[in-house]
């Protein structure tokens, strides 16, 4: 009863006969739960964006922070029409135009949005998240069909959020929680990088397992389709195989430069590895945060749990109070090993990107893990333009997109923000940005406060508390209609349980429409099984 009781303050009823049986652990309840959030954040995202100013922007009396020449321009102006910068230049030789929408950043540094070149998006917070720390374009590096779907809305102007690259679902020889693409042998390699690039994908990405056959054979398709190969370093396979042979384009978590199964440093000449290739590495160093640590108490008692589902901080609460005494060694070797691989890396001046692996890590917020893993890589002796340029110039160029964003410049993406200080010499800067231009959107620093508030509202463990009917079910349902009808795209895995959930418990009708909001048909050759529970 207790259960049932908890449950009944999240206002779900379609699960009704099954919990009363007992089956506190239904299949459905949290993906329930969560798209019952992810309705109210979508709707949090569809209010900011319109009401945000858009169209044609001037933003006046500005100091252009240009982080390739790390020259500061002041005084100047930069007009934005829709998604574009359309001019640069000095206030005073600025033109006038009457109907110009005008922000105020008179004193203030306009840098370009921030890059996240490692994310695994699954609930809508991400999206919010990432615009209110400063995040404009983000990498998505394990894709699915409602991803897609997203990065086209967003694309669009129908859907708010920082602009999405996508590589493909993983490809594996093993099945990685039952979602990975398995691939047996080269011709399934080959044949699974045909469907992705069919599917939309914009990268083909590796994993951990993968015999040298099976890479080899990705490669060349990916490469034979014009597709980059991004990823891990397979196990069995060198660096300097994976990124002469496999000519990876950008590698992951110093996999290769590191042995994942030891966390040591790897005994390979990175020099010779590195030699006249072209790629880039995300070291993604928060990810040594995983195993927690002597920083994580002070994490749980700042704003950001909030931003975090309620089960979410109840699992990182779990972690602290009951610490597993050897996850603690291993995060420290993680951590000693990741140093020393940096250190290897560092005089050989190797191209660097951003990328932090959120969001399904303990301690990771999405987002703001960004912020934390720009002085991370700083405290590993980068200079601050360095890294800067690896959150802005250098994720463009790793993904060819270089004249579209990364810099303040006509023609380029209206994706900006505005700053107190210089974040070329000094990172934290960005910590506290006054607000962020995306897709040309104006989002100042108040509505972005009170989005998150909003969200924190949302994760609130007293949030909602409507008793359990079959019109509450039917109310949800109806919001994440309408929210698709506004171009929001909601994640095909939890549409799939609840569907089966509701299909389950005898309620075809509200499981039909539920499917119905899907990217794809569980039928379509694009589609993957979302993770098992």
């Not at 110009?100 to 999206?127: E, K, N, Q, Y």
């Not at 966390?263 to 990810?287: F, M, R, V």
Request: some cysteine; glycine content about 8%; overall charge negative.
């Amino acid at each position: 009863m207790a259960a049932l009781k908890r449950l009944r303050s999240f206002g779900f009823g379609l699960l009704t006969a099954a919990l009363a049986g007992g089956a506190t652990n239904a299949p459905g309840v949290q993906p329930l739960a969560r798209l019952s959030r992810d309705a109210a954040v979508a709707e949090v995202l569809g209010k900011m964006r319109d009401i945000a100013p858009y169209g044609l922007l001037r933003i006046d009396k500005v100091r252009i922070v240009d982080p390739v020449t790390e020259r500061v321009t002041p005084d100047s102006t930069i007009y934005v029409r829709d998604t574009r910068i359309v001019w640069t230049g000095k206030t005073v030789d600025a033109p006038k135009v009457a109907d110009a929408i005008r922000i105020d950043g008179h004193g203030r540094f306009a840098v370009p949005g921030l890059t996240d070149m490692h994310i695994h998006s699954s609930r809508a917070d991400g999206w919010l998240l990432n615009l209110a720390a400063g995040v404009t374009t983000v990498r998505d590096m394990d894709g699915f069909p409602w991803i897609l779907r997203a990065r086209d809305q967003i694309n669009a102007g129908k859907m708010l959020g920082p602009t999405d690259y996508v590589a493909g679902t993983i490809i594996a020889a093993e099945p990685l929680d039952g979602y990975a693409v398995v691939v047996a042998n080269p011709a399934d390699a080959r044949r699974a990088v045909r469907q992705q690039a069919a599917c939309g994908y914009d990268f083909i990405k590796v994993h951990n397992a993968l015999r040298q056959a099976q890479f080899d054979a990705v490669a060349e398709q990916a490469h034979a389709l014009g597709m980059d190969l991004v990823g891990h370093v397979p196990h069995d396979i060198s660096l300097d195989h994976a990124l002469h042979v496999g000519r990876m384009r950008t590698t992951e978590h110093l996999k290769g430069f590191l042995i994942d199964q030891t966390l040591l440093p790897s005994d390979e000449d990175y020099k010779t590895a590195l030699a006249g290739t072209e790629t880039w590495i995300t070291p993604t160093l928060y990810t040594r945060r995983v195993y927690g640590g002597g920083w994580a108490p002070a994490f749980m008692v700042s704003r950001l749990p909030a931003y975090a589902p309620p089960e979410v901080r109840l699992s990182w609460r779990q972690q602290l109070a009951h610490p597993d005494q050897e996850q603690l060694a291993l995060g420290v070797r993680f951590r000693n090993t990741q140093e020393i691989v940096m250190q290897r890396l560092k005089p050989l001046k190797p191209h660097w990107l951003t990328g932090t692996d959120a969001e399904g890590y303990p301690f990771n917020v999405m987002g703001f893990a960004l912020l934390d893993e720009l002085g991370l890589m700083q405290s590993e002796g980068l200079s601050a333009a360095d890294v800067f340029r690896a959150s802005t110039v250098e994720a463009a160029a790793a993904m060819h997109e270089s004249g579209e964003f990364g810099v303040i410049a006509k023609g380029y993406r209206a994706d900006l923000l505005l700053l107190d200080a210089n974040p070329l010499q000094d990172l934290s800067a960005l910590n506290n940005n006054q607000g962020v231009m995306v897709h040309g959107h104006w989002l100042d620093r108040q509505m972005l406060d009170k989005a998150l508030t909003d969200l924190a509202t949302i994760y609130s463990d007293a949030w909602p508390v409507p008793p359990m009917s079959a019109a509450n079910e039917r109310e949800l349902i109806n919001r994440l209609v309408s929210a698709q009808a506004g171009g929001f795209v909601f994640d095909d895995g939890a549409l799939v349980k609840v569907a089966d959930a509701l299909s389950k418990a005898g309620q075809t009708s509200l499981a039909a429409s539920v499917r119905s909001l899907m990217s794809v048909s569980s039928g379509s050759p694009c589609f993957v099984r979302p993770p098992t529970d």
